[in-house]
Nanobody, 121 residues
Framework: QVRPVESGGGLVQPGGSLRLSCAASGRTFNTLGMGWFRQAPGSEREFVASISRSASSILYGKGRFTISRDDAKNTVYLQMNSLKPEDTAVYYC?????????????????WGQGTQVTVSS
């Protein structure tokens, strides 16, 4: 069982930056592909970014964001810059045992509880 735990969300002004972190325990981290999704009220969950094991495959669904991983810390990051009010959502971290590119929710086996990001002045 893999348990992703997100942190780093909060309130930020438009144009600001945030870095989300996700620590995953329960399985050797470097065997997992990791992803970020977000869901705004009344909307479907949408893909933000993913990174494969060894970081050989990276996909982005949104610009202005950068995904990275630190296998020594069992952590994946999402750096978000130039934030806009429409970036307001709950951001979820997810883990997958699949290799290669992954970008849809059903490809991910384990999900965190989410962290709220609110972009507002």
């Amino acid at each position: 069982q893999v348990r992703p735990v997100e942190s780093g969300g909060g309130l930020v002004q438009p144009g600001g930056s945030l870095r989300l972190s996700c620590a995953a325990s329960g399985r050797t981290f470097n065997t997992l592909g990791m992803g970020w999704f977000r869901q705004a009220p009344g909307s479907e969950r949408e893909f933000v970014a993913s990174i494969s094991r060894s970081a050989s495959s990276i996909l982005y669904g949104k610009g202005r964001f950068t995904i990275s991983r630190d296998d020594a810390k069992n952590t994946v990051y999402l750096q978000m810059n130039s934030l806009k009010p429409e970036d307001t959502a709950v951001y979820y971290c997810a883990a997958t045992s699949r290799v290669g590119y992954n970008s849809i929710p059903k490809e991910f086996d384990y999900w965190g509880q989410g962290t709220q990001v609110t972009v507002s002045s």
